[in-house]
């Protein structure tokens, strides 16, 4: 794995593939949640249509990068995501992301702390706890582009869009239990939480 967690590299650093994204065709016709308040997701769980949004807890990832805070580590979150709508776009996580990786582009890799911190600063609509502490976590989304078979960073979700929500933690070694809630902007009131537990870290 990758030493460098720069959001451009994310998806090749955490081993996602292309392939993996024909996950985002199984949403139809599993978990329906239709437009719940609360919702709450575990890896693997499927959200076919969630007030116009369907997700997957696809995988958790330990980055190998070691935070400058002592006795933390990364952990890296990517959620298959599915725009169903026809003329909504999803303003999802951090929407300065061209003004974060001029202000700290990594590499280098001494910006990698920086960049993390401006990251989660900057990603409103998300809130995270470990093992009932607040940590850190920042967000945006990755899209794909089926013709060209690549990913791009975005600030958005299109209407029918398709790509990963891309999470980054920073969390204390030896937790437990991490939930990431999101609170989004086109859903007054309602939230989604992501409940992952240390045993669902898939380790390089």
Request: hydrophobic share 40%; charged share 10%.
């Amino acid at each position: 794995m990758s030493n460098s967690i720069s959001r451009r590299t994310f998806l090749k650093c955490t081993g996602a593939s292309v392939a993996a994204l024909g996950a985002a065709s199984l949403l139809g016709g599993c978990q329906q949640n239709g437009n719940a308040t609360i919702v709450d997701v575990k890896v693997g769980d499927k959200v076919s249509n969630w007030n116009g949004l369907g997700v997957q807890l696809t995988s958790l990832f330990n980055i190998d990068t070691v935070p400058a805070q002592a006795g933390y580590e990364y952990i890296a979150v990517l959620v298959t995501v599915v725009n169903r709508t026809k003329n909504q776009t999803f303003n999802i996580g951090a929407q300065n992301l061209a003004e974060i990786n001029a202000a700290y582009p990594v590499p280098p890799q001494e910006n990698v702390d920086a960049n993390f911190h401006a990251l989660a600063a900057a990603s409103t609509d998300f809130s995270a706890s470990c093992d009932g502490q607040s940590v850190e976590c920042g967000a945006n989304i990755s899209l794909y582009n089926s013709n060209s078979q690549t990913f791009s960073d975005s600030t958005n979700l299109p209407p029918q869009g398709t790509g990963y929500l891309q999470l980054m933690l920073m969390v204390p070694k030896g937790w437990k239990q991490l939930s990431v809630t999101y609170m989004p902007t086109f859903a007054a009131d309602k939230t989604m939480t992501f409940v992952m537990t240390a045993a669902d870290v898939t380790r390089a």
